[in-house]
């Protein structure tokens, strides 16, 4: 059967986790929330800086409202979990030792760290913009822009459920939302190839970088594997 692309991580983490005692309700349930919190930081943060975007292209005019939506996601899932953790308590299943119930607070946390996070993004965003454009603007002139660039690509990705990490997605948004930018030293081609140059090495830098590390957390905090040790008690008796 198809599964979304999306779909794929939370799998991916109720299947690796699993093998460490972790439950598969919990480990899907937390990390839809955390899918979700860090999409609404992308959407809040990409609903406050479009008017440092600059003029809105055509392609994009309309996202206003589909980012609201999304920064909502988090709290409408929390207000279903609410209602599912009082349904399965008061049946005392033994799905409710195991349920997960964040705490608004927590969500607030949640929101606050993927905020941090886009903020990094967005800087290395700026940084690859300073690294391929011939004369970049300074980064302190252009970083609210890069940021709010990064959410609504990052945001795009997410709400294409058939894009695997956004592929594909993030790369067009990125290519819309830069060309206008190089428009007034390049043609209008050249400066949609210049912002399709930008995305392409974003991606790939992303993507070395993260095989890198996952491969150092890997074989740093791997668990070794523990061989059956007979029982001597049963063998001495």
């Known amino acids: 059967k198809y599964v979304p692309g999306k779909a794929w991580v ?45 003029v809105m292209p055509v392609e994009l005019s309309g996202t206003s409202s589909a980012l609201l939506a999304v920064a909502l996601l988090p709290l409408a899932l929390l207000a279903v979990n609410r209602v599912a953790t009082r349904i399965i308590s008061r049946r005392r299943s033994t799905i409710a030792k195991v349920w997960p119930d964040p705490s608004i607070g927590l969500l607030a946390q949640g929101l606050l760290q993927g905020v941090i996070g886009y ?49 594909g997605v993030r790369e067009w948004v990125l290519q ?9 030293s390049l043609d209008p081609e050249a400066a949609s190839g210049l912002a399709v140059i930008i995305a392409l090495v974003l991606r790939l830098t992303w993507t070395v970088s993260e095989v890198i590390l996952g491969l150092v957390l890997y074989f740093a905090y791997r668990i070794p594997h523990r061989p059956h040790q007979p029982d001597l008690h049963s063998h001495a008796s």
């Open 176 to 184: 819309v939302l830069l060309t206008p930018r190089f428009l007034e």
């Open 10 to 54: 939370i799998l991916m983490r109720v299947g690796m986790l699993r093998h460490h005692g972790g439950h598969p309700l919990p480990v899907a349930i937390t990390a839809t929330y955390e899918t979700l919190t860090s999409m609404a930081a992308g959407a809040i943060l990409a609903v406050l800086l479009l008017p440092h975007l600059g």
């Open 119 to 167: 903020a990094f993004l967005g800087l290395s965003l700026a940084f690859t913009i300073q690294a391929v454009v011939p004369s970049p603007t300074a980064l302190a002139q252009t970083y609210s822009a890069d940021l709010g660039c990064i959410a609504v690509a990052y945001v795009a990705g997410f709400v294409v459920l058939v894009a695997p990490g956004g592929l």
